[in-house]
């Protein structure tokens, strides 16, 4: 493995904060893996689209990460969706940030999503380095658990990810089940793809005293508090969790006056059209008294509010992987999930949380209440929580990944055909 690595990040710059916009656990991925790769003497670039006029051109994050902002259309206005029309003025950028070295500057491409999987690509031919990708979420898996009131992915996209995909000397897959949806759905060659778990800032993420961080957070030491943490979209569920609560309520009046429900992030995605969609659904449910909306919060401050919660509740109805689960179990705060996608690996069912089957109000209330009433089983979810959490870290990421870029080095001369026989 060489020492340099050109990290390409195009719709979301990992300076950005996460739980708001298009920033979430991918920035934190890159950011994260980005530091551990330059501890281990890795130098790493990585291009994101500029969005305002007042971001430098390179900013250096940490002795070894540089983030270069490049100029690819209008700074602001633009949607996802219409970052396509871009590629190609980005890419443009991209190389002609690199051809200002000698010829070999970079020794390897790690593209995220699959807009900078588009500019890997070319970046890889030109350059004559191997393409790494991390997927981070797929759009044929999206839109075959699509939440209610969600858009589906485009042709586009759906296109475009199968072009990444055999354009790719190597794909890093999140979880063992996200490997299987890479060559089941996208037919990836089994050769071609490495699992690599992220992992959590346990220096960050770890064990505080309950009833301090409450303290801290202006919260009610003896509350029961089921939290949500993330963008508010419809793929995030944050509703399932709201009309779990109406329901646990209505089960159980008499929990009204010890229950609060803090729904961490802003709105993110389709759940921009309506930002004030969770708002109005908490007032119609008769639960406004008992949710608290708070704006995104740095990472510090997230690992205050994981540790204060009773449960973090994450319902999605997809995850690659669910990095706000491993970072509240962390802390030692048993997490209740959706059983889908990484959370299944995420989250170990009775050992370090709970996992549900189903998105129906009523089956989310009966696990919130196992937590909110049997403190006995709350304390040994927590425990298990933060020895499941141990197993995950970036240092460790960092490592399988220096090792999937050499895999991908020897498999870059090797023919598809090859690999098959």
Not at 27 to 45: F, K, P, T
Not at 71 to 79: F, I, V
Not at 158 to 181: H, K
Request: charged content about 20%.
């Amino acid at each position: 493995m060489g020492d340099r690595v050109a990290m390409i990040s195009l719709h979301t710059s990992p300076l950005d904060q996460p739980g708001t916009g298009d920033a979430g656990g991918m920035n934190v991925y890159v950011i994260e893996l980005s530091r551990r790769l330059a501890q281990q003497g890795i130098a790493v670039d990585v291009f994101n689209r500029a969005i305002a006029s007042a971001q430098p051109p390179v900013v250096e994050v940490a002795d070894g990460v540089l983030v270069r902002h490049v100029m690819a259309g209008p700074y602001e206005g633009l949607s996802k969706g219409e970052l396509p029309a871009q590629l190609c003025t980005f890419a443009r950028e991209v190389l002609r940030a690199e051809a200002a070295h000698p010829v070999g500057h970079y020794d390897v491409v790690h593209s995220h999503y699959w807009l900078s999987g588009q500019v890997g690509a070319l970046a890889r031919d030109r350059w004559n380095v191997p393409l790494i990708h991390s997927m981070h979420t797929m759009a044929k898996v999206k839109n075959a658990a699509l939440a209610e009131g969600d858009t589906p992915e485009p042709m586009a996209r759906l296109i475009g990810e199968d072009q990444v995909v055999a354009a790719s000397d190597l794909v890093v897959a999140n979880t063992e089940t996200e490997a299987r949806q890479l060559i089941e759905l996208y037919d990836a060659d089994p050769a071609r793809v490495d699992v690599v778990h992220p992992g959590v800032d346990l220096s960050v993420f770890r064990p505080r005293d309950r009833a301090e961080a409450r303290r801290s957070l202006g919260l009610p030491e003896d509350a029961a508090i089921l939290m949500f943490a993330g963008r508010i979209q419809p793929l995030k569920a944050p509703d399932v969790l709201l009309r779990a609560v109406a329901e646990l309520l209505a089960q159980d009046p008499a929990l009204r006056s010890r229950l609060v429900v803090p729904v961490v992030g802003g709105p993110s995605g389709s759940g921009l059209e309506h930002p004030e969609s969770l708002a109005v659904l908490a007032a119609e449910l008769g639960i406004e008294d008992v949710v608290r909306f708070v704006p995104p919060v740095t990472q510090d401050e997230l690992a205050v509010w994981c540790a204060a919660a009773t449960t973090v509740a994450v319902p999605s109805y997809n995850e690659s992987f669910g990095l706000v689960a491993v970072e509240a179990q962390a802390t030692g705060t048993p997490v209740v999930a959706a059983a889908v996608g990484g959370l299944t690996t995420v989250v170990r069912d009775g050992v370090s949380g709970l996992l549900v089957d189903t998105h129906e109000p009523r089956d989310w209330a009966a696990a919130l209440r196992r937590l909110v009433v049997d403190g006995d089983l709350a304390r040994r979810l927590g425990k298990g929580a933060l020895a499941h959490a141990q197993e995950f870290s970036w240092d460790r990421t960092a490592e399988r990944t220096l090792a999937s870029y050499d895999k991908a080095r020897s498999l870059m001369a090797v023919p598809a055909a090859d690999l098959a026989g």
